[in-house]
């Protein structure tokens, strides 16, 4: 396959960075040759599109070039070329130059005036990171609570990890699960024991930084040797060594934003199915629903009341202080504080300890009609 010229309907060329070539020859004489003409190639291919043909498109991988000033000089002799040509954008011969943050001058990837820069920025994003997981985690026949319980183990690696894919996968196989002792752990096994270099990217970066079309040049060069990401609309750090500081209790914050991002739906499912049944779990003849949903509304209201209220404003604290007017099985009672304490404690930024997330796995996965 020509590692110039990609022909129409061509897969993409391997992007895999290899070794310079050996021959001395510039990056326009092997284009020449590859195209099969003699003298100038981009004055050929222009000459091509003007008569109506459709000149294939060149692919460059810079990083095979012995200077970043030789691809540079093809990409602005290209431009200059096809303009003086006359040919309208769509009609020009398309050029593709993949390249890392070295392999191109500075002032070609600012120059967004004469053509299109596309970032390896922004890239991956959480759903990759998950569906990554998802895809690799070992699912069988399992039960709903197993199946929910591993799904709170990928957000959580996910979460931690970030755009750190390869920690992430490393970390799913070390680490099934646990408390946060156990990931902080698996974590210490994996993440490289590199404070200094850590310290040299520290993102203390304005928020609107990581939404940028492109790093900005205080984090340039730590984004460019691949220490530091968008992902999320955040800054982060690849490889995280920081987050086994505990003084920051950022490890802390990111695994309860992941629980709380599988769970709170769930509670929230749950609350809203015990709200569809009350009226058949009232103690009949001892309280009505009305009376029901003041006291459980009075948690919130200081026992003030301005109007009918509403069963489905019910928050799942006041459920559980007017439980005592259900007619509720022990099961459902256990199950009712277990969604009340788990709703707080998640709301409060505290993770859910080994225990208690089996706990309210069950829970969640056990309609409030079952037995």
């Known amino acids: 396959m020509s590692s110039l010229v990609m022909t129409s309907g061509a897969g993409l060329p391997d992007a895999s960075p290899t070794p310079a070539p050996a021959s001395a020859s510039t990056l326009e004489d092997r284009l020449a040759k590859e195209l099969g003409v ?25 990083w095979n070039e012995s200077t970043c000033e030789e691809a540079a000089r093809l990409l602005r002799v290209a431009v200059a070329t096809f303009h003086e040509a006359g040919l309208p954008g769509r009609k020009r011969p398309r050029f593709l130059f993949a390249a890392r943050a070295g392999d191109l001058p500075r002032g070609v990837l600012g120059d967004r005036s004469r053509w299109s820069v596309h970032w390896w920025w922004k890239v991956w994003t959480r759903l990759d990171t998950e569906v990554l997981m998802a895809w690799r ?7 709903a609570a197993d199946a929910l319980l ?36 698996a974590l210490t096994l994996l993440l490289p024991d590199d404070e200094q270099a850590t310290a040299a990217c520290e993102p203390g970066i304005r928020m609107s930084t990581a939404h940028a079309w492109s790093p900005d040049p205080e ?3 730590a984004w460019a040797d691949g220490s530091i990401d968008s992902w999320d609309g955040r800054i982060r750090l690849v490889h995280g060594r920081h987050l086994l500081n505990s003084r920051p209790h950022e490890l802390r914050v990111l695994v309860c934003h992941a ?23 009232l103690r009949k003849g001892s309280h009505s629903l009305q009376d029901f949903c003041a006291r459980a509304r009075s948690q919130y209201r200081n026992g003030t009341s301005d109007g009918a209220p509403d ?56 309609d409030w009609t079952a037995k």
Do not use: F
């Open 150 to 185: 591993r799904r709170v183990t990928d957000a959580v690696v996910a979460e931690v990890c970030g755009p750190d894919i390869d920690r992430a996968l490393a970390l799913r196989v070390a680490w099934s699960g646990g408390d946060l002792d156990s990931l902080r752990t």
């Open 38 to 62: 003699t003298g100038d190639p981009v004055a050929a291919l222009a000459e091509q599109a003007a008569v109506g043909l459709v000149p294939p498109t060149i692919v460059v991988r810079c």
């Open 311 to 366: 069963p489905h404003e019910l928050e799942i604290g006041g459920l559980s202080a007017a439980a005592y007017m259900l007619n509720l099985t022990t099961a459902q009672r256990h199950r009712l504080r277990l969604l009340h304490l788990a709703r707080n404690a998640l709301s409060h930024r505290n993770p859910l300890g080994h225990k208690d997330l089996v706990a309210l796995a069950k829970v969640l996965t056990t």
């Open 137 to 143: 985690s070992d699912v069988g026949a399992e039960k």
């Open 259 to 281: 629980q709380n991002r599988v769970l709170l739906p769930l509670i929230e499912e749950a609350r809203t199915s015990l709200i569809h049944h009350l009226p058949e779990l």
């Open 219 to 221: 984090i340039h060069d």
